[in-house]
């Protein structure tokens, strides 16, 4: 489901968004990823778009606010990962 550069992205950065490291592998990492049903969107207007479908309250936020997000990884690609947390 969540291919290489998206895991890998997670294993790197997973500290921004908790206290300790929950997968210290790639599977471990990819199965965090579906279980807490991350998901992965192809821009910033995804971004955006998804919080305003989950009722996250964003006013007076702007498109930097939005991505500096704990639960918004940039994957490298143009691409977001966001985890429900």
Do not use: H
Request: include cysteine; glycine fraction near 4%; hydrophobic fraction near 45%.
């Amino acid at each position: 489901m969540f291919d290489e550069m998206t895991v890998e992205c997670f294993l790197k950065n997973q500290l921004q968004l908790y206290p300790e490291k929950v997968a210290e592998t790639y599977e471990e990492a990819e199965n965090f990823l579906e279980e807490c049903m991350a998901v992965v969107v192809d821009s910033v207007r995804e971004v955006w778009e998804f919080f305003e479908e989950e009722g996250v309250d964003m006013e007076g936020a702007d498109e930097e606010e939005i991505l500096e997000a704990d639960e918004v990884f940039a994957i490298g690609d143009g691409r977001y990962l966001i985890i429900e947390a």
